[in-house]
């Protein structure tokens, strides 16, 4: 009953719809309930299984192979997340004896699991809720989701679990969506896997076109997706700027820039006056983009991961909190980014590899709720 409830906490959390989110709260109750260690690490795995279901199909898709690889390579992402959760588990103290170790082991599992190198695949971390329940809330709200979550292991669970539930349901019905910023439009696309691939002059006149038809509205900052640019050349840099001419605006974009062993995934910003990177990926998706064993290797290539570099950037006067793709689903990039006061979040995705899942829902889900959290506004911008 542990395992199917585990599973359900996982699947129902993780559904892409930010609301659901603190349903994940519970996971640590079940995991806490757990009565020998090879029950804890079945309640683990089913959970992160249930939560990350869409990346069997996500693979298949990006590879264009397949569900093997990706079932092997979800299997293997589960491995971190329930060695943690296995070895730090402990039996039901006794009464009035030891009670405080559990809480604490579980402290270590929230903290270990946010952080590399565990936090790397650190996918479907209970605290993501905290801005769902705690809106508004900053800091503070992450102590109080902290505390609850550690309650949660406790023979205390029932008055905790009562009152998040009294948080939950004041939440839901004053729910509102974070606000977009004044003069700011994030677009989407639907270019499917040619986006990023396609670097012809005709593809950058598509999107040049569709920037300047948000010109008309007084749009001063227009987001595009991740990888939406290609590889950033000086030709391209030129192209853009030109193409803005006159126009006031600002794009921010994604785009690749190659270096001899690796690339950087990163955010540009072009105008007229300027063309510079404004944001290098911290986190790239491990195996796919992030490859450091090739490093080892006279080929090199992979994504450079720059792991707590650039938690915000300076554009026009705001601090701005960038987010690419994976790094909205996992934890420090987003607290590092919220240590330094920023005055906006921007994430941007490239998604067309999750068609049939609820992958970039989720991703949405959780800028939502951390947006909520510190009570700023968000721009996203997603292909599909």
Known sequence: MLILAAITCGWTAWSGYALALPVAMIFPLLWARARSRLTAAAVSAGYFLAASRGLPQGVANFYAADLWPGLLLWLGASLCFVAVHTALWSRQPEQGRGSWKRPVRYLLVVVMMGLPPFGIVGWAHPLTSAGILFPGWSWWGVVAATAGLLVMTTS????????????????????????????????????????????????????????????RDGTRFVVLPESALGFWTPTAARHWQASLRGSGMTVIAGAAVIEAQSYDNVLVAVSEDDARILYRERMPVPVSMWQPWLRWTSDGGGAHADFFANPVVMLDGMRIAPLICYEQLILWPVLQSMLHHPDIIVAAGNGWWTAGTSIVAIQKASVIAWARLFDLPVVTAFNM
Do not use: Y
């Open 156 to 215: 205390q669970w029932p008055a905790t679990f009562m009152i998040l539930t009294g948080f939950w349901l004041w939440s839901a019905a004053t729910w509102t969506e974070p606000r977009l910023p004044q003069g700011w439009k994030g677009v989407d696309l639907e270019l499917g896997q040619t986006l990023g691939r396609d670097t012809s002059f005709d593809r950058h006149r598509v999107l040049m076109a569709t920037v300047r038809s948000h010109a």
